[in-house]
C-alpha cells in the first residue's frame, strides 16, 4: 500500500523568499512521485514527477523536488516565491505496478506581499 | 496543447436522482481514471478503466457507481441513486503510460 504525508497544511511566505514543502511517502514497490498545484476553481495541474531516473527533478514554473530514499521524503521548493505561486499543492505517490495515485492531504500556500 | 475536458462544470441535483458526468480524455491516452475531492479533504481515487474494462476500483466505488466509454472519445461516470454525501468535485484523468495523469477542471456536483 502506499501513502503520503505531507508535513505542513499551511505554509506562509513572503514574495521573494524560498519556499519549502515537506512530503514524506510509504511504498512497497519502487514509488513514482509527483507535485500536483491546484489554483482555486481550477484542475489539478502536474508541477514535476520523479520516476526512477534524476532524484533532482526539475519542473514548471521554476520548482524542484528532491528525491531521498533513505529519509522516503519528496520535498518541493522554490527558490523565489512569486504572488501567482499562492495555491494548493498536492504531494502524490503511485507504486511502479499499481495505476491509481494517494494523493496528500495538501498545503495550501499564501504568499504575503 | 491538448487536455482533458468535462462537462459540466457544475452539477446540481436531487438526492435519488441518476447523475451521468462526462470527459473527454487526451486522444491518444489509453488509460482512463475517475477521481473525488470532498470539500475539505484529500483527492480520492474511484476507479481506474483500461481496454474497455475497469482495471481497478477503490471501496468507495460500489454498486451506485458505474464508468463506460461509449464510443471513441467520452468517458462517462454514472451514479445511479444520488446521495448527499456523493457532493464532490469530480476529477477525470487520463494517461498514455501508468506513470503520468492529466487531470481534467473537475465537475463540482452538488446533492440536495
Partial sequence: AQSVTQLDSHVSVSEGTPVLLRCNYS?????SLFWYVQHPNKGLQLLLKYTSAATLVKGINGFEAEFK?????????????HMSDAAEYFCVVSDSNDYKLSFGAGTTVTVRA | EPEVTQTPSHQVTQMGQEVILRCVPISNHLYFYWYRQILG??????VSFYNNEISEKSEIFDDQFSVERPD??????????????????????SSGSVNEQFFGPGTRLTVL
Fill in chain 1, 27 to 31: 511504498s512497497s514497490y519502487s514509488p
Fill in chain 2, 72 to 93: 471513441g472519445s467520452n468517458f462517462t461516470l454514472k451514479i445511479r441513486s444520488t446521495k448527499l454525501e456523493d457532493s464532490a468535485m469530480y476529477f477525470c484523468a
Fill in chain 2, 41 to 46: 479533504q484529500k483527492v480520492e481515487f474511484l
Fill in chain 1, 69 to 81: 530514499k533513505s529519509e522516503t521524503s519528496f520535498h518541493l521548493t522554490k527558490p523565489s516565491a
